[in-house]
């Protein structure tokens, strides 16, 4: 995959600098980090030599990063953000099994590409010694993901279309279905990477067996085929 440019700055702080000067200026940061890390790794990345990627002086880096880590935690939350932005939205009003396996279509490709399976190794590598990244990637990746999942699968039951109990448990279960499998056969280099026929065929194994268990309601809406009542 070719590297795509960071697109903006992460959330800031209350007291962060939100100008589009400094906006700007820090999304330059991130993505000459961005490219240090992907190029050398973590550990081999220094503040320096991320300063003169970026085409700024140590001195305005400091500005907008204090360490290295903090710098990490940025990126990663940079990620996270641009992923749940090419995610395909989860829209109660349209058909549950085809709803999911689109939206598990663009989470799984995504999480596929070269570039992500990148960081996540960096992340998981030093996560015993510096814990943020990897604390800040699953909050901003798989947390904030089953509090999607969980809000779309919530409309669904309080419109009478979906027998679910738990939608939190059942989230975490379809994002375990959806993406466990093939990210842990890629990040272990098991395999090759999957085709788009094979991701978009896991997907809808994935969403037929989240409604399999939780049974799909016959409301009689157009376009709605429900499963067992």
Not at 16 to 35: F, M, N, T, Y
Not at 203 to 220: D, E, H, I, K, T
Request: one cysteine or more; proline letters at 7%.
């Amino acid at each position: 995959m070719n590297a795509s440019p960071i697109a903006g700055a992460t959330m800031a702080s209350p007291t962060e600098d939100v100008s589009p000067g400094a906006c700007a200026k820090r999304a330059q940061i991130l993505e000459g980090a961005r490219r240090r890390f992907l190029a050398v790794g973590f550990e081999a990345a220094s503040m320096e030599t991320i300063a003169r990627e970026a085409g700024v002086s140590k001195g305005t880096l400091y500005v907008y990063f204090p360490n290295k880590e903090a710098l990490f935690v940025a990126l990663v939350e940079e990620s996270k953000r641009q992923t749940a932005e090419h995610l395909t939205p989860l829209d109660p009003a349209g058909a549950p099994e085809e709803v999911l396996t689109r939206y598990a279509v663009d989470l799984i490709t995504r999480l596929l590409e070269p570039e992500h399976i990148a960081l996540v190794r960096m992340v998981v590598g030093v996560a015993d010694r510096i814990p943020a990244p990897a604390q800040s990637f699953f909050q901003a990746g798989p947390v904030a993901g089953a509090r999607r999942i969980a809000g779309y699968f919530e409309q669904l039951v309080a419109a009478g279309r979906l027998d679910m109990p738990d939608v939190e448990a059942a989230a975490w279960q379809f994002l375990s279905l959806c993406t466990h499998p093939v990210m842990v056969r890629t990040l272990m280099a098991a395999d090759r990477e999957p085709t788009a026929e094979v991701i978009a065929a896991h997907a809808r194994r994935s969403a037929a067996m989240v409604f399999a268990a939780y049974p799909l309601l016959n409301r009689g809406g157009a376009g709605q085929s429900g499963g067992r009542a």
